[in-house]
């Protein structure tokens, strides 16, 4: 077993220490996770408070995304050398004083600087939640665990919402400054109760390389297709453009030749993995501005409080938390090409619907059909995607296989926030003027919806190998991830605990 608790025992379920880590584990990823979709039904509020134009409010979406996406796979590799603990302390006590920084901001650039510094800290700690499960638990119980884990974040994700928006209508600086004493009782339950664990076969070098290319590369694109938003192609835009490009060929090539690449590309020789990582960046380019631009439509066009805007989407939390294990069965029984076609078709046809909502929308009539149909295609189709990903890399590989899924997920988000509203013309302070952000949210959620049409059909097209009928040695790995992925798909796919369960 190559990572293994500091001390000398391996945790129970029934444990005081075991619940202590559990609770440790779950605040820690649920801060990350929730500052990825809770801020959405802030951006109103701050828009108008720090009198920022569209592509601020796109800025601070993007910011924590950007960090987030390109150094997830590093926090990943900092744990298992150092430790995982360390660094998801690290990680939460950065996103604590991130956080605060974003409460007092006093400009729009202010609060996107400390967005990019959050999502640092969001890279640190949201590897590391599930790892440390997976070396402090048993065998016996580590199944449970991660079960729990997930139940547990899943509940995290349908209350957050909610949570958020009644801040929201106190002031939106709550939402971040919330974080705070959050990351301070994580601290103190962590160095008490969390065993140190890392992985004595983890390269001793670190891909700094590859990360400051795909960082940067990333960082230039965003500001190049943001940017082109605001004065088309045009001064700097051409030039942010082709350094992003020149950052990005130089990271291929950089972990073509690496000797310990941040991303191994022969995992991309699998035609099923380079597929199913395909129809993730489709369907998260699709979500990543649905779940912007609907809670922001409610606000502006259909007059809804941030609270009643915040909760629109709680059915399709609570879909996922009652029908994704039940997909990832199915799709172990009949193979995952089915239900990742039907999947995004069902999604389509919501997001279509959904670009119906407009003034005096009512939610029972309105909003709640298409955003129930819009949830049961993510329901069928998140679970059946990872174990298409995890069923493509050996057991060794399992762990970056499951990185690289989450990063292209968040990377599709960041890259479609910055596009897709421009070119449905949202742009300015339209999101002040609501026949103008009606008309350009309409023309977002057909260009979502055929996003997703396409994930369905580069589906039904390319993947073809079924998932296992019976389970092997894999059951402490990649099985027991998807059976007990209960609230992954909404940010990103769910990450696994690659070998720390072996």
């Known amino acids: 077993m190559s990572s293994a608790p500091a001390d000398d025992g391996l945790l129970r379920m029934g444990s005081p220490r075991g619940r202590w880590v559990l609770l440790t584990t779950v605040l820690g990823s649920g801060l990350a996770m929730l500052d990825a979709t809770v801020v959405n039904v802030a951006l109103g509020r701050i828009g108008d408070d720090l009198d920022a134009g569209f592509s601020a409010l796109q800025w601070t979406i993007n910011a924590y995304t950007l960090t987030l996406a390109a150094l997830i796979l590093l926090g990943g590799s900092l744990g298992d050398r150092f430790g995982r603990r360390r660094i998801f302390l690290v990680g939460v006590v950065w996103f604590a004083v991130a956080s605060l920084l974003c409460?007092?901001?006093?400009?729009?650039?202010?609060?996107?600087?400390?967005?990019?510094?959050q999502g640092v800290g969001g890279a640190l700690l949201t590897p590391g939640s599930?790892?440390?499960?997976?070396?402090?638990?048993?065998?016996?119980?580590?199944?449970?665990?991660?079960?729990?884990?997930?139940?547990?974040?899943?509940?995290?994700?349908?209350?957050?919402?909610?949570?958020?928006?009644?801040?929201?209508?106190?002031?939106?600086?709550?939402?971040?400054?919330?974080?705070v004493p959050v990351a301070i009782a994580i601290v103190l339950v962590a160095l008490r109760h969390v065993p140190e664990s890392r992985d004595t076969s983890a390269a001793d070098r670190i891909d700094l390389v590859g990360t400051a290319l795909a960082a940067s590369g990333l960082a230039a694109l965003t500001f190049a297709l943001t940017k082109a938003g605001d004065i088309g192609f045009h001064g700097s835009v051409p030039w942010a453009a082709a350094a992003g490009a020149a950052c990005l060929i130089g990271f291929v090539v950089v972990e073509a030749r690496s000797s310990h690449p941040l991303v191994p590309l022969g995992l991309f020789?699998?035609?099923?993995?380079?597929?199913?990582?395909?129809?993730?960046?489709?369907?998260y380019a699709a979500l990543g501005v649905i779940f912007v631009l609907l809670v922001l439509q409610l606000q502006v066009v259909a007059g809804w409080s941030p609270l009643v805007a915040g909760s629109a989407m709680?059915?399709?939390?609570?879909?996922?938390?009652?029908?994704?294990?039940r997909a990832g069965a199915l799709a172990q029984r009949i193979g995952p090409r089915l239900p990742m076609t039907l999947g995004p078709l069902l999604a389509a046809a919501g997001v279509l619907w959904m670009g119906q909502v407009g003034e005096e929308a009512s939610y029972v009539v309105d909003v709640l059909p298409p955003v129930v149909l819009f949830?049961?295609?993510?329901?069928?189709?998140?679970?059946?995607?990872?174990?298409?990903?995890?069923?493509?890399?050996d057991d060794h590989h399992a762990g970056i296989a499951s990185g690289i899924n989450n990063a292209v997920a968040r990377t599709a988000g960041l890259i479609a926030v910055a596009v897709i509203p421009v070119a449905a013309g949202i742009g300015g302070d339209d999101y002040t003027r609501p026949a103008a952000f009606d008309d350009g949210f309409a023309t977002s959620m057909v260009i979502s919806a055929a996003l997703l049409l396409a994930g369905a059909a580069l589906a039904f097209a390319f993947v073809r190998r079924p998932a296992p009928a019976e389970p092997t040695d894999a059951v402490d790995g990649a099985r027991l991830h998807i059976e007990e992925c209960r609230h992954c798909g909404v940010a990103g796919p769910q990450l696994h605990p690659a070998d720390h369960a072996h």
């Open 103 to 117: 409460g007092i901001a006093p400009s729009a650039g202010a609060l996107i600087a400390a967005r990019a510094l």
């Open 314 to 325: 709680l059915p399709v939390t609570v879909l996922m938390l009652l029908f994704s294990s």
């Open 375 to 393: 949830g049961a295609g993510l329901s069928l189709l998140v679970a059946p995607l990872t174990a298409t990903v995890l069923d493509s890399a």
């Open 130 to 179: 599930l790892a440390i499960i997976a070396a402090s638990f048993h065998p016996d119980d580590r199944g449970a665990a991660v079960g729990a884990w997930s139940g547990l974040g899943g509940i995290a994700a349908a209350i957050g919402p909610l949570v958020g928006g009644w801040l929201v209508e106190w002031h939106w600086r709550l939402v971040f400054l919330v974080n």
């Open 269 to 283: 020789r699998n035609a099923q993995f380079s597929a199913a990582n395909a129809v993730t960046f489709l369907v």
